[in-house]
């Protein structure tokens, strides 16, 4: 009892964070009485402290009767602390490194509810290049990395995803068929290596390996993106073993900080 009552008179201001960690981490939208009973925190106070970060933009209400997803705010802050963290010097230098192996751009990403989000690149010295700022926000299903982490997360979750709603059709090679991505990302759950055939964006194709954290959980991705112009697909592949040293290293920074 002396815990229960602990947690429950901590300050709202620490609930409010411990909210918005639980519904960030989560892969998929979470209801008000999840959220009530993971915090401890009661139904009538969780709604109201709920809706204050709906108000502010950190949640976004979903479709859903009472469920909850990040909102761009709360995304936008994810992104900004593992960008300008201690992290960020350790992670560049092994991006520079594997830019420098490979001659092409690198990137590390996570995931912040659906949302594929860019947390570093690195771009190569070349004119030709596709810039995408950290904290940009791509399609999970065209994409290499996107498409890696779409085969890690839970079947309700994916299931959500390809057949909730139309798949965007972004170049003439996006896969929108949810049965034809379905079969590739069940490869890539066996490979642990995703591509895109510019499938995101005419002319750029990509290579992502995963980025492991405790517990073997996925926490990024590292992915090669490059003009096909310059680098096909079959060349991008035979990089995959720099992919994994360099993802290798950074699980090693990142399990320090969990």
Not at 121 to 132: N, Q, T
Not at 180 to 194: F, G
Not at 214 to 242: F, K
């Amino acid at each position: 009892m002396t815990g229960t009552r602990t947690r429950q008179a901590r300050p709202s201001s620490l609930r409010v964070f411990e909210i918005a960690q639980l519904v960030a981490s989560s892969s998929q939208p979470v209801s008000l009485d999840y959220i009530s009973r993971a915090t401890d925190i009661p139904k009538p106070t969780a709604y109201r402290l709920i809706n204050a970060l709906v108000q502010g933009g950190f949640l976004l209400r979903e479709a859903r009767p009472k469920c909850y997803s990040a909102g761009d705010r709360l995304s936008a802050l994810a992104v900004t602390v593992m960008s300008n963290s201690t992290l960020r010097g350790e992670r560049r230098a092994i991006l520079k490194t594997l830019v420098d192996q490979i001659g092409e751009t690198c990137n590390f990403t996570t995931l912040v509810g659906t949302d594929l989000l860019f947390v570093d690149r690195v771009e190569a010295e070349w004119p030709l290049r596709v810039h995408l700022k950290p904290g940009s926000q791509v399609p999970i299903h065209a994409t290499a990395s996107g498409k890696l982490f779409l085969s890690q997360v839970p079947a309700r979750v994916r299931r959500r995803v390809l057949h909730g709603a139309p798949l965007e059709r972004l170049t003439a090679k996006t896969v929108t068929d949810p049965t034809v991505l379905e079969a590739e990302l069940a490869r890539i759950r066996k490979s642990k290596v995703a591509t895109d055939d510019e499938g995101f964006l005419a002319g750029l194709i990509a290579v992502a390996v995963p980025v492991l954290g405790r517990n073997r959980s996925m926490i990024g991705t590292v992915a090669v993106n490059a003009p096909s112009a310059r680098m096909n697909l079959s060349q991008a592949l035979e990089h995959v073993p720099l992919l994994r040293r360099a993802a290798s290293d950074l699980s090693r920074i990142y399990k320090r900080f969990q």
